[in-house]
């Protein structure tokens, strides 16, 4: 069984296509700065050197069409007919998508629905969707949803404190956001573990330019620090993260910044970007190692925030099996992990420094001996997790139509 996973952006087209009988991936790759001159395709083949081209894709379709000709030219898939299923990444599915839902006009409907919340990536998913329909005719198209794992939480985790009908009429309640990634992990811990999922409380980590951690109970999100959008929660990249709500009205007072302006200064202005200048990690540690005091405060924030998450999330769970690590900057990192459990030992949580230097791949345990709680860095895989919710769709809906 062959699935191609898709994340569509407003000028992009990630892709990984999967072998389901062992989970390899057999062709993964990105095609970027679609309507430009400048427009490329990169892709591994297999576990072959990357691959770069420059291509002429003015628009999804024809960026698609390059996708299913390299596929075809590589011999990953001669007949789009081979296909059992393509899974597509989407944002938001609102309170409409607790699961993975097979594609058909209502769900488009609801994926238009809810783009108010998410304007910058539903209208880009629902190009690849629809251009994929288009292009594979007769393919099952699966919609696997980044909140839909943080549906379980509580109303009185997910409701803010606002009038009942900004709620009822408007939808302004929490969300959460990465819940692919924190789904693929926690599965991945409890297996290390030796536990069933569904008896496994954990604080997972996903750090990487954006920014989540996420308290599960039992195997199920029960609360996470991302919001309405993904604004909210941890200091990140570019973003700000937790402030006090009145600053946007200060900020317009005095600086006279238009409600536009202020949106931008907080998503793609703030954060590490806002205290030192530079919204990578690698470069602001070098910075900081360089005597850059702006880029020692910025990463100072940055772990103490996630550290007082971490705290909170243990008062939530009152039990937690372990703490996991994951994203580019989880997973590569080891002066933040050190930092993020350091003098929490009332907790049960003490790393090992050698262990935290080199951690085993793709899954490492950094505890020190005989520390009651595990400290877990796991290298994340959305697009396999989209292909095997894609692949548990399909089955489900098999099973709903036999006699």
């Not at 580019?328 to 459990?341: S, T, V």
């Amino acid at each position: 069984m062959k699935i191609l996973v898709l994340n569509a952006g407003s000028s992009s087209v990630k892709y990984s296509l999967f072998d389901m009988s062992d989970r390899s991936v057999l062709i993964a790759g990105i095609i970027e700065r679609i309507g430009e001159d400048s427009a490329s395709h990169r892709y591994n083949l297999g576990k072959a050197d990357q691959v770069k081209l420059d291509i002429a894709g003015r628009n999804h379709q024809q960026a698609l069409q390059v996708l299913f000709q390299t596929l075809s030219a590589c011999g990953v898939l001669n007949d789009r007919r081979e296909l059992a299923c393509i899974g597509h990444r989407v944002v938001h599915g609102g309170e409409y998508f607790c699961e993975p839902a097979l594609i058909d006009e209502q769900v488009i409907e609801r994926i238009t629905e809810v783009i108010p919340l998410a304007p910058l990536h539903n209208p880009a998913h629902l190009q690849g969707i629809q251009e994929a329909i288009r292009q594979t005719e007769n393919v099952p198209q699966v919609a696997v949803f980044d909140t839909a794992f943080h549906q379980t939480l509580p109303d009185y985790a997910f409701r803010y404190p606002l009038p009942n009908d900004l709620y009822t009429q408007h939808g302004v309640r929490r969300y959460g956001f990465h819940g692919t990634s924190h789904r693929y992990v926690a599965g991945q811990a409890a297996h290390y573990l030796g536990k069933p999922l569904s008896e496994t409380n954990l604080i997972t980590l996903h750090l990487g330019n954006g920014a989540s951690v996420t308290a599960i109970e039992n195997g199920e999100s029960i609360d996470t620090s991302m919001g309405m959008t993904p604004l909210e929660g941890l200091m990140m990249g570019s973003r700000c993260g937790d402030i006090d709500p009145a600053i946007h009205f200060y900020l317009g007072r005095t600086l006279n910044l238009s409600n536009a302006a202020i949106e931008a200064l907080f998503n793609r202005e703030s954060g590490c970007k806002g205290i030192c200048g530079e919204n990578d990690m690698r470069a602001i540690h070098r910075m900081a190692e360089a005597g850059d005091d702006h880029a020692r405060l910025a990463l100072a924030m940055y772990a103490y925030r996630i550290k007082k998450y971490i705290g909170a999330y243990f008062a939530v769970l009152g039990r937690v099996d372990a703490l996991v690590f994951t994203g580019g900057i989880g997973e590569n990192d080891p002066w933040l992990r050190e930092q993020c459990c350091r003098d929490m030992t009332l907790f049960g949580m003490a790393i090992d420094p050698q262990k935290n230097q080199t951690p085993s791949r793709p899954c490492g345990n950094i505890s020190q001996s005989g520390t009651r709680l595990a400290v877990l860095v796991i290298a994340t895989d959305e697009e396999l997790e989209i292909a095997v919710q894609a692949q548990e769709c399909l089955e489900k809906q098999k099973r709903q139509v036999k006699p």
